[in-house]
């Protein structure tokens, strides 16, 4: 299981997502998580915005924005 996760391609966006939790710029429910400004979920459409999901949302070229608006206010 460490190795799994220490593999893991994703991990540093999880943690970046962990810390936005704690900081309270990202909200999450049950398993799900949005961003907390505008209650978008961190996911696509028809997708569920786990902790997966809302990962590889943030890593696509196209989501930069909202990952380094999350990184920018984490470093506030």
């Given amino acids: 299981m460490f190795l799994q996760t220490v593999k893991d391609p994703l991990l540093p966006t999880k943690v970046i997502l962990k810390r936005a939790l704690e900081a ?3 909200s999450k429910r049950g398993d799900y998580y949005y961003l907390r400004s505008d209650n978008s979920p961190l996911c696509e459409n028809n997708e569920e915005p786990t902790l997966s999901m809302a990962s590889k949302f943030l ?9 380094l608006m999350i990184e920018a206010k984490l470093k506030d």
């Avoid at 890593?59 to 990952?67: A, C, G, S």
């Fill in 24 to 26: 309270g710029i990202v």
């Fill in 59 to 67: 890593n696509m070229p196209k989501h930069q924005e909202i990952k």
